[in-house]
T-cell receptor, first 112, second 113 residues
Framework: SQQGEEDPQALSIQEGENATMNCSYK?????LQWYRQNSGRGLVHLIL?????REKHSGRLRVTLDTSKKSSSLLITASRAADTASYFC????????????FGSGTQVVVTP | NAGVTQTPKFQVLKTGQSMTLQCAQD?????MYWYRQDPGMGLRLIYY???????DKGEVPNGYNVSRLNKREFSLRLESAAPSQTSVYFC????????????FGQGTRLTVV
């Protein structure tokens, strides 16, 4: 089974609204990363949060990490149509050093 | 810089045929990965290479072999393709170690009939 599971599987919002998606994982991690995938394209790295960090910001992105609950959230503020994509969390576990394992993704659609 | 380049972009194989997916990176990265992506399953790691000369199995290695030819290139071989291997395959690379991001190629869409 996969290390990370995203929730919800799909999200539909209007431009200007915030989008929040969650990721739960199973084992201890070195870090957790979020990636975006536009339809038919490769994944693009968005942000990395280390296991000793609780919150991180990058532009309109805000990521939180709760290692006690083994969960993370990605918030996209003031969404734009260009944010339409699938978003994946990926974990670098302490017991599989360097092997990034991905969740099943959240498909986000932002309508103008 | 080209980043991570995969060839081919599309391929149709008949059951039992073999083929090699090529991947090359020009970022002097140490680590390279092969993933497959199936609808609703996210990405699953097939094989991983931490550095030149080393390879390690991921979650779904059965039916695949890999070669880390040199620091730049990491190939994935299907010896006898099966319909269950129909998928989109992604190669990725990273500097290596912990706390490093992965850079992805554009993918190879493989159909086995």
């Amino acid at each position: 089974s996969q290390q990370g599971e995203e929730d919800p599987q799909a999200l539909s919002i209007q431009e200007g609204e915030n989008a929040t998606m969650n990721c739960s994982y199973k084992t201890s991690i070195n870090n957790l990363q979020w990636y975006r995938q536009n339809s038919g394209r490769g994944l693009v790295h968005l942000i990395l949060i280390r296991s000793n960090e609780r919150e991180k910001h990058s532009g309109r992105l805000r990521v939180t990490l709760d290692t006690s609950k083994k969960s993370s959230s990605l918030l996209i503020t003031a969404s734009r149509a260009a944010d339409t994509a699938s978003y994946f969390c990926a974990t670098d576990s302490t017991d599989s050093w360097g092997k990034l394992q991905f969740g099943s993704g959240t498909q986000v659609v932002v309508t103008p | 810089n080209a980043g991570v380049t995969q060839t081919p972009k599309f391929q149709v194989l008949k059951t039992g045929q073999s083929m090699t997916l090529q991947c090359a990176q020009d970022m002097n990265h140490n680590s390279m990965y092969w993933y497959r992506q199936d609808p609703g399953m996210g990405l699953r790691l097939i094989y991983y290479s931490a550095s030149e000369g080393t390879t390690d199995k991921g979650e779904v290695p059965n039916g695949y072999n890999v070669s880390r030819l040199n620091k730049r290139e990491f190939s994935l071989r299907l010896e006898s393709a099966a319909p269950s291997q129909t998928s989109v395959y992604f190669c990725a690379s990273s500097v290596g170690g912990i706390h490093t991001e992965a850079f992805f190629g554009q993918g190879t869409r493989l159909t086995v009939v």
